[in-house]
Nanobody, 118 residues
């Protein structure tokens, strides 16, 4: 299994920015896609953004134009730059890793809380 460690969550005012990071520290499989999902209280976990090893990105409609996903393949690290944050972005954000460029992730991070105050 791949171990994923997230950092960068916190509390920010609406309109502010945060940057999340996630490093894969032990690779049990060759990672292709990495990504971010989020789960708000009472809601199901939802996709935020993914990026393949080749750099192809996919975003949820709700974050397009505000969030940017990027990665450093040499470090097996993925980032999520979040700007123009809204209270509805409040959630636990989970990092993910997948040996394929598509489909359900095989490994998850422990999650990091992002709270956007109005």
């Amino acid at each position: 299994q791949v171990q994923l460690v997230e950092s960068g969550g916190g509390v920010v005012q609406a309109g502010g920015s945060l940057r999340l990071s996630c490093a894969a520290s032990r690779s049990g499989f060759s990672i292709n896609a990495m990504g971010w999902y989020r789960q708000a209280l009472g809601n199901q976990r939802e996709l935020v953004a993914t990026i393949t090893r080749g750099g192809t990105t996919n975003y949820a409609d709700s974050v397009k134009g505000r969030f940017t996903i990027s990665r450093d393949n040499a470090k097996n690290t993925v980032y999520l730059q979040m700007s123009s944050l809204k209270p509805e972005d409040t959630a636990v954000y989970y990092c993910s890793a997948n040996p394929l460029p598509w489909g359900s992730p095989m490994s998850w991070g422990q999650g990091t809380q992002v709270t956007v105050s109005s």
